[in-house]
């Protein structure tokens, strides 16, 4: 098996051709079957038939793990649940669900008042400009004021309702706004109990000191006695034991409450486009999509147009695979194989914490993205 390469194939056949039981860890990001911005690789003819291509995948992905192995596969949260299932189909065990939290997630509600008058023919009365700006060329891209001043956009206008019909359904909408993914934490079947799999595999649980979220170390710590929540602990405190437990909860705001849970913002566009100074410019439409709304171009849609030298249009954060990386580290290190390695953020983080890892990309062009992002992460620290 190559160790440390993205191999340009389909994944299924490709994992068809590998070794049984030489997978430590899965961690991987699929397609979530939401014909998300109309791309081929996300659209399924039901969704039975995307339940059913999981399963295919995740039964050869079962039979190169080894037992014991974990998987964390990301999902949408509206087809999340059919992930699962196709996990359980294939013989994997949910053990739980890590739910990544953000705030920055861009609401996609049709206004139904809006769409009442739109129907009646009425025209609506402008009475205040919006915090929201939209692109002047089509009205239907919006996106939020991070590019005030900007002579391509302008502010959105606030209407008030015109027929009776809309004043009563003046401020309904259809959608939630967009705040969290879901991690599908599964196992591959043990052969025994933990020890037992442990010593003959070399893959049991996860790493729980070295994923602790770190706090302050106090002074009390510092003479081997500590005093986490309502627990004293002597002669328990080492620089792998400080911290609190990991949780199955991982957020990206900063206030003073959430320093308990391990905190991982949204990538950058440094981030996503580092290594990839020499390759062409790819202007992309991005919506608020990651977790599970629809990327197709609608009157409802808001996102915006930027250019990026890395067009994947689902990347993940770094320091969020690095922290998944560590959780399912083994003692020895662990191999990681991702089938779906899109850009190569997986690839990034097993390199930050000297895991060997294996990816399969369908896609040529997102192979040469990922190739040069892993090489570039020797030369820039990211995390």
Not at 143 to 151: A, K, M, T, V
Not at 244 to 273: L, M, Q, T
Request: hydrophobic share 35%; glycine share 10%; aromatic share 10%.
């Amino acid at each position: 098996m190559f160790m440390n390469k993205v191999i340009n194939a389909e994944c299924v056949s490709t994992m068809q051709k590998m070794k049984e039981n030489i997978v430590d860890t899965i961690i991987t990001d699929p397609p979530y079957g939401l014909s998300f911005m109309g791309k081929e690789w996300d659209s399924f003819s039901d969704n039975e038939a995307f339940q059913e291509w999981t399963r295919l995948w995740a039964v050869e992905a079962l039979r190169v793990a080894k037992p014991g192995a974990t998987m964390l596969c990301f999902g949408g949260t509206r087809t999340y649940h059919r992930i699962a299932c196709g996990l359980e189909d294939a013989g994997w065990e949910i053990k739980d669900t890590i739910m990544w939290v953000y705030g920055s997630g861009f609401p996609k509600s049709y206004n139904i008042s809006k769409g009442m008058d739109k129907k009646a023919g009425a025209e609506r009365e402008v009475v205040g400009k919006s915090n929201i700006n939209i692109y002047k060329e089509n009205k239907n891209h919006k996106f939020y004021s991070e590019d005030e001043g900007n002579p391509e956009y302008t502010k959105g206008d606030i209407t008030a309702p015109a027929t009776d019909e809309a004043k009563l359904w003046d401020g309904w909408g259809t959608a939630l706004k967009p705040a969290y993914e879901p991690i599908i934490v599964a196992t591959k079947p043990r052969e025994g109990t933990y020890v037992n799999n442990a010593l003959k595999y070399g893959v049991a649980g996860l790493n729980i000191d070295g994923s602790k979220v770190g706090i302050e170390v106090l002074p009390e710590q510092k003479t081997g006695q500590a005093t986490i929540g309502t627990f004293e602990r002597e002669n328990m405190i080492t620089p792998e034991r400080i911290g609190r437990f990991p949780a199955n909860f991982i957020h990206d705001g900063i206030e003073a409450e959430w320093s308990r849970y391990f905190y991982c913002a949204k990538v950058s566009k440094k981030e996503r486009n580092a290594g990839l100074e020499g390759m062409e410019d790819h202007q992309i439409h991005t919506f608020a999509t990651a977790n599970g709304t629809s990327g197709k171009p609608s009157s409802i849609s808001e996102g915006r147009n930027t250019v990026y030298k890395n067009n994947h249009p689902t990347v993940k954060p770094l320091s969020l695979m690095i922290y998944l990386a560590k959780l399912t580290k083994t003692p020895t290190g662990g191999i990681v194989l991702d089938p779906f390695m899109g850009s190569g953020t997986t690839g990034m983080a097993c390199k930050k914490v000297g895991r060997p890892f294996l990816g399969i990309e369908l896609d040529e062009h997102y192979c040469e993205i990922a190739e040069k992002r892993i090489e570039n992460i020797q030369l820039e620290n990211l995390s």
